[in-house]
């Protein structure tokens, strides 16, 4: 979250859906119960750094801070053969009042 309020993103880690069988369980983070701010956006919106400004924006107008680090899923499209690969991006990380 440091990073990301620096406009610095980048990423620290990635994570995935584990199986139970999962050979590192340190790495695995389990998300705590609580308040979330989720993004969702697509190929088509345009460059990523407009929705990471518009959850500052949104974090500042309802008086939020993080309270978790920012994460982000990529689902990509790679089914069909034929088509460009497109991805959808989850952006989500827990918050509280500030």
Known sequence: KEQFLR???????????TEEGCRNKEDI??????????????????????????????????SKQFDSDIYSLSIVNVIDPNEEHKYLKYIFAKVKQI
């Open 7 to 17: 406009e610095n993103y980048t990423y620290k880690n990635v994570f995935s859906f």
């Open 29 to 62: 983070v389990e998300m705590e119960p609580g308040e979330y701010l989720a993004a969702v956006c697509r190929e088509s919106d345009g460059d990523i750094r407009d929705t990471y400004r518009e959850i500052k924006d949104l974090m500042k107008k309802e």
